[in-house]
């Protein structure tokens, strides 16, 4: 049994290696598609942006500042600031900006259900547009990001767009330098290889935009859900929508700055997503209309949180059957030396050093050492947020909290990172 | 064994241990490369790379006057470029290499004028009107007033025109092609990406100031029938409009309208006059034939061809080529648009308006 167990842990850890490899090599050799990145002219529709903002005084200002800069017909643009019941100085920041620009329709949650989801929920009502783009408000969008999002709305099968979130802070500590390097793999190569291979391009919940018309379709937001996007992304492939991402439509964020809240928010995103697992992955690999490529990576993608636990519970079995003289013999023993020795699979490491690599970015990537303890934390806290969940649906547990990640920016930063940055002069055509 | 034996092994192995991570504790103790990525800060417009250079050598326009008062020739230096200031007439200035020696850019105060089968490095800035003698090539160029392009002439970088541009028969534009009012362009012209309010193709040697074009309006909506069509016909993002996926290919019969968003795993056809009042999007290729129209989008897998003076009205994403038959419209000049595609071919006698973007290549069918 124990044998048995083993040997499935070993192959899932494979296809997930070959999985990795295989979208680099996809990016550094494969054929790319940005089917939407030339719409540069178009009669762009009326969208409305929803800016998500619970406690925020930090940072909505920048956010809004950005937004009444974009390059977008200003009379079809119309932002709403979701400010989720506020205990600080967000509801004024905001109050301060709608008296100078008044298509700025400021929504001030008092009440219902805590949550992003929950507030998105009840800001759609306010919404009269088929695009609908949704900020994070610490997020900082560029001139022509707006324009990238909308783009892919001319699809008529798209659903959802994704667009590149790219951290700020940076600079600040070890932790953000690895979140940074993290993030670039995250994008550069597994949401593009996605995108390129027609598969399933992840829906991350900011930076983002949805269809109306299609969210109305799957009955909206679900507010009982903890990883949102992950949800919305199976909800509307299950329902015949497309969702696609934009890599040069990028927007920068602020990661954690502290490991604390990194553990508590990737365990979050592993709650949510294994949540989402349970609900579609049967779903996913059944239903009809959708290619085989999209079924599969449907169901890869939906079991990535699951590998942390697997890989843990894999090495626990490696000791087991070693110490117990279980007969581990002929290509089993070669992959699971493989998989063992080299902390589950060097792929993901692979992955984040081609992304470096694509980004251009020269010294950065003498830091990929150090990922691995980027990923031991995640692998650890991952396993413990599996556990949780496991233990609460056998045991039974209080509602879902949804924990807002906690912010590291004191005061805006938009004028200063702006002066930094060079404007382009010449680039590839 | 000597005592130290223990340390010394230690002391080996840690150091091993450490050789894999110490360019990374280099980096987080020097910094090197911890400024956030760069994301793009201007808003996409092809005539950026022309407003960058113009802005460049803004701070020079008071010299180029007294230039051209004086119609002399200076050398000034701005922005860490060489720039040749030329107040002359154009017939007065041959690119004498002397002169243009380790020059960056040429300003000219006047017309100016790229002698037939002359290679000029230099990026020109022309206060007036520009152009391009047979088999003539530049780096880059902007014009404020009107830019022709002699035959078998080209533009390696970019071109901007704040009035209008004449590409003459086989000349081309690589990089970015832009114009504020019009882009001209004969049989056997080459171009990569452009943009446009009006973007025409016309017969060799037809007078460009009065091209003529079929009008399409009659073929997509008559007086007569307008009553029946939907009622949100012109919106492209129309909530109400129902959706339809088809597996397989998807036939639009001649003649025939309808209105719905349509996506098709297969090939699309649309037959002779059939309208399509929504957006549609084909896994494979598709083909409109004559006097079509779709009041919304097309995007295709494969190959799409339209048909001889057919109509679109939103933007045009094709993964493989365009072929554009004479005739054809895509976009208004009051609702530009976008055809973008891995190569395009369009034939004489079409109109188009806004950006058209081949990524490979696109010409003018001769």
Known sequence: MLLVLFRVTVLLICIYTVRHYFFTLNRLFGRQRHPYVDVDSADWPAITILIAAHNEEAVVADILKALLEVDYPRDRLTIIPVNDRSTDRTREIIDAFVAQHPFIEPFHRSGGKPGKAAALKDAMARVNTEVVLIFDADYIPGKALIRQLVAPFFDPEVGAVMGRVVPLNVGKKCLTRLLDLERSGGYQVDQQARMNLHMVPQYGGTVAGVRKSALDEIGGWNENALAEDTDLTYRLLLAGWKTVYENRAECYEEVPERWPVRVRQIMRWAKGHNQAMTRYIVPTAKRDGLSWVERIDGVFLLGVYVMGPALLLGWSLAVVLFYTGAQIGGGLAVLALGAFTTLGNFAAFFEIGAAARLDGSRQRIRLLPLTLFGFTVSLISVSRAAWQQAHESFFGSADLVWHKTERSRTAPVLEEHLARTAPVLEESV | ?366
């Not at chain 2, 130290?4 to 504790?25: D, G, Q």
């Open chain 2, 1 to 366: 064994m000597s005592s130290w034996a223990p340390l010394a092994l230690t002391t080996v192995t840690a150091a091993l241990l450490a050789v894999p991570v110490a360019p990374a504790l280099y980096e987080l103790w020097k910094r090197e490369d911890a400024a956030p990525l760069p994301t793009s800060r201007h808003d996409g417009r092809i005539a950026n790379f022309a407003d960058v250079f113009r802005s460049r050598l803004e701070p020079l326009r008071p010299r180029l006057e007294r230039c051209r008062a004086q119609l002399e020739i200076s050398r000034a230096r701005v922005d860490g470029i060489e720039v040749l200031l030329v107040g002359c007439n154009a017939e007065d200035f041959d690119f004498d290499p002397s002169l243009v020696q380790g020059i960056a850019a040429v300003m000219f105060s006047r017309a100016a004028l790229i002698p037939a089968g002359r290679v000029v490095d230099a990026d020109i800035y022309a206060d007036a009107a520009l152009e391009l003698e047979e088999g003539a090539a530049l780096r880059a160029a902007v014009g404020r007033s009107d830019i022709t392009l002699g035959k078998d002439s080209g533009v390696l970088r970019w071109l901007h025109a704040d009035g209008g541009i004449y590409l003459r028969r086989g000349s081309s534009a690589y990089g970015r092609l832009s114009a504020g009012q019009s882009i001209r362009m004969e049989p056997g012209c080459g171009f990569q990406r452009m943009h446009a309010p009006s973007i025409l193709t016309v017969d060799a040697g037809q007078d460009g100031d009065c091209v003529s074009v079929p009008s399409t309006a009659h073929v997509c909506e008559t007086s007569e029938d307008a009553q029946h069509l939907p009622a949100d016909r012109g919106e492209v993002f129309a909530s109400s409009r129902p959706r339809l996926r088809v597996k397989g290919n998807f036939v639009l019969a001649p003649g025939e309208t309808l209105n719905a968003n349509v996506i098709t795993t297969g090939e699309l056809q649309f037959g002779a006059g059939a309208r399509l009042f929504g957006s549609v999007k084909s896994y494979r290729g598709a083909e409109l034939e004559e006097g079509s129209c779709v009041h919304g989008s097309i995007v295709c897998g494969g190959t799409l061809r339209l048909g001889p003076r057919s109509f679109v009205t939103g933007p045009i994403m094709a993964e493989g080529d365009v072929l554009v038959a004479r005739g054809c419209r895509v976009g208004e000049p009051d609702a530009l648009t976008t055809i973008s595609s891995s190569g395009t071919q369009i034939a004489p006698g079409c109109q188009l308006h806004g950006t058209v973007w081949a990524r490979v290549r696109g010409s003018v069918e001769d």
